[in-house]
T-cell receptor, first 112, second 117 residues
Framework: GDSVTQMEGPVTLSEEAFLTINCTYT??????LFWYVQYPGEGLQLLLK?????DKGSNKGFEATYRKETTSFHLEKGSVQVSDSAVYFC???????????FGTGTSLTVIP | EAGVVQSPRYKIIEKKQPVAFWCNPI?????LYWYLQNLGQGPELLIR????????DSQLPKDRFSAERLKGVDSTLKIQPAELGDSAVYLC???????????????FGPGTRLTVT
């Protein structure tokens, strides 16, 4: 079945460091891909999405490119801030649009 | 606009007791989801509603879990009786999906953290 695998955390970075959180997927057909972020004590929020191969989603300095050849959707940010500390979830919606799968989440802590 | 509202935020009960969670989705959102999130894991879908119809409840443990979405707006998720293994965060999400597809953005509530002792 469809699934999402993301790198395990926790990840700790210094402010202004470069961030990469890896995400790979297994799916039939052409899924849509998402990154959600969960700040402490809050619900999940959509960070960015891509609905077809080679699309790049971007928001708040974060970006991820839908790579069908490597079945990946890695999250990157050039310079992280303390306020980026949160748990990040990679997710996919299958080709029917009826099923939604989340990864296990990667906790990021950014220290000043 | 107001977000997805869930209550209560926290609930502690003894095993074998019943418990109910309530969700009010964003106004106009036709699709409502209930997810289970265990510690250190991603959300897992329990049930999805299109308006008042449960279109996917394949992952809902029907021997003890039930849900309803009367009038296609608010929803209630119930567990009776609760077991120790039900301790988790229960998330509600909603989306506007004109084609009924889950590929549209889902808006999540803050969740209800259930502890069963």
């Amino acid at each position: 079945g469809d699934s999402v695998t993301q790198m395990e955390g926790p990840v700790t970075l210094s402010e202004e460091a470069f961030l990469t959180i890896n995400c790979t997927y297994t799916a039939t057909g052409y899924p849509s891909l998402f990154w959600y972020v969960q700040y402490p004590g809050e619900g999940l929020q959509l960070l960015l999405k891509a609905t077809k191969a080679d699309d790049k989603g971007s928001n708040k300095g974060f970006e991820a490119t839908y790579r069908k050849e490597t079945t990946s959707f890695h999250l990157e940010k050039g310079s992280v801030q303390v306020s980026d500390s949160a748990v990040y979830f990679c997710a996919l919606s299958d080709y029917t649009g009826n099923q939604f799968y989340f990864g296990t989440g990667t906790s990021l802590t950014v220290i000043p | 606009e107001a977000g997805v509202v869930q209550s209560p935020r926290y609930k502690i009960i003894e095993k074998k007791q019943p418990v109910a969670f309530w969700c009010n989705p964003i106004s106009g959102h036709n699709t409502l989801y209930w997810y289970l999130q265990n510690l250190g894991q991603g959300p897992e879908l329990l049930i999805r509603y299109e308006n008042e119809e449960a279109v996917d409840d394949s992952q809902l443990p029907k021997d003890r879990f039930s849900a309803e979405r009367l009038k296609g707006v608010d929803s209630t998720l119930k567990i009776q009786p609760a077991e120790l293994g039900d301790s988790a965060v229960y998330l509600c999400a909603s989306s506007f999906t004109p084609g009924g597809q889950a590929s549209y953005e889902q808006y999540f509530g803050p969740g209800t953290r259930l502890t069963v002792t």
